[in-house]
């Protein structure tokens, strides 16, 4: 038994991201069940759980990939209004062009693999509206260099570079319109720990430079201990506990957070 | 001018997996006022380390008030908001340990100046104080652009005390930070201690050898249970 925690009373600021009583089944598995979380703004959420544990699903209802069936999601954001899994296909896609990016494990999911970088970054600008090909050049190069990508490599299409400069141009992509909310599902998940390591590295810059929100799903703890302020712990497609980064890893309180955390080297 | 009071805190650890409860301090009660400094006392295992984690919320309490008198007014630690608390650990709450957590790839500077970053200093200001923080606990300037990740124990912890001190807290935890450090680097820390203590900051720590900072020390508080001995479990949530 613990205490119950208060209401935040020092902390005024709304949360930027509130996801509320979202469940989503395919077929007969229940991947989300009545789950709700939020992020405040510059807060790093992460979510932990092992395969199946449903933080991938909920990571793509928060970029309006999956609507669930119940709940609501709301961005405290000017000119963002009203739940947003109501939007209509048009205004969601201008929504997570303008406000969300997001970095997938898989590469091959949020880019072209044989377009240029530069070309992939600016294709997110491009949505958005922009039309200028030198302003698109710039801005894809300031976000490619803010992602520590070389240079000199601009023109490579993704197809020829290695994992972690793949893991790079997909955080440029979602960095050049400066989003509110940044997603990243298992960004550094089969890169080398080296290069992983680096990406890391570049993700917590990015954060304290920019006061970016993010929500990170991973099933490495280590990852997630690195990069979250709060944790949230998701099993079966439901939330067993959510806490301070530390607290969760140094006491975590529930019988699966704690086999979690003791399993891990 | 109180700016902690403890009311019967009491923490305990349910291990699942064991099915068992292992108790670590039972009804503790004290104050601290501004400026001054409590020592914890206590065998290994009285909890001491376990109190000050609790204190600062790594550990939950099963009961109990942690009344701290912050800047916004009192709020009770052992049942604030979690976006609460991390507030205060930006802002008014500092926890030193004996260990660096050092990151891959970000310099002994950048590290330094991580609190006053998040603070909302400027980048220029906070790492011009980062290396004043580093020049005074003895660290070469050398290796102030250096990664600490390969720097050996004693270096590392001189980062550490750096960081950790940086920025002046209203409230400040003590884990053993002498442990591993070297004269003058000890030297560099009471000074630091002092400082902080004469500008109000209030102080709860953990020695083993207290002698370094005994002309600090306002108060004793110990924790050795009125039961017999109990065994070593400082680690015992990992």
Known sequence: MTLTLDAPRIVETRPLLEVHGVSKAYGPVQA?????????????????????????????????????????????????????????????????????????????????????????????????????????????????????????????????????????????????????????????????????????????????DRHITMVIVSHDLGVIRTLADRVMVMRRGEVVETGLADQIFQDPQHPYTQQLVHAKL | ????????????????????????????????????????????????????????????????????????????????????????????????????????????????????????WEPEAALDAARKALATFGVKPDLWAAYPTTFSGGEQQKVNLARALILPQKLLMLDEPTASLDANARAALVARLQELKDQGTAMIGVFHHPDDVMHLIDRVVDLTPDAAPQEERDDVAL
């Not at chain 1, 709940?71 to 000119?79: A, E, F």
């Not at chain 1, 303008?98 to 491009?126: C, D, F, W």
């Not at chain 2, 916004?72 to 650990?89: C, E, P, S, T, Y």
Request: aromatic residues 6%.
């Open chain 1, 32 to 208: 989300v069940r009545n789950v709700s979380a939020h992020a405040y703004p510059g807060e790093v959420l992460g979510i932990v759980g092992e395969s199946g544990s449903g933080k991938s699903t909920l990571l793509r209802m928060m970029n309006l990939e999956e609507i669930p069936e119940d709940g609501s999601y709301t961005l405290d954001l000017p000119d963002v209004s009203g739940n947003l899994f109501e939007l209509d296909r048009f205004a969601r896609r201008m929504l997570c062009a303008t406000k969300i990016g997001i970095v997938y494990q898989n590469p091959h999911l949020g880019l072209l693999m044989k377009h240029s970088s530069s070309g992939n970054v600016a294709e997110r600008l491009l949505v958005a509206g922009e039309r200028s090909f030198a302003t698109l050049r710039a801005a894809a190069t300031e976000a490619l260099d803010a992602s520590e990508f070389p240079l000199d490599r601009l023109d490579a299409p993704p197809i020829e570079l290695s994992g972690g400069m793949q893991q790079r141009v997909q955080l440029a992509k979602a960095i050049a319109l400066e989003p509110a909310l940044l997603l990243l599902d298992e960004p550094t998940t089969g890169l080398d720990v080296s290069v992983q390591a680096l990406v890391l590295d570049t993700l917590k810059r990015l954060q304290q």
């Open chain 2, 1 to 120: 001018m109180t700016v902690l009071d403890i009311q019967g805190l009491t923490k305990g650890f349910s291990l699942h997996h064991l099915a068992k409860d292992i108790p670590a301090f039972e009804d503790i009660s004290f104050r601290v006022a501004a400026g001054e400094f409590v020592l914890l006392k206590g065998a290994n295992g009285a909890g001491k380390s376990t109190l000050l984690r609790t204190l600062y919320r790594s550990y939950l309490p099963l009961s109990g008030e942690i009344r701290f008198h912050s800047s916004h007014g009192l709020i009770d630690l052992a049942r604030a908001a979690d976006v609460d608390v991390a507030h205060l650990r930006r802002t008014e709450i500092g926890f030193v340990t004996q260990f660096l957590t050092a990151r891959p790839r970000v310099s002994a500077e950048a590290i330094v100046a991580e609190p006053l970053r998040l603070a909302g």
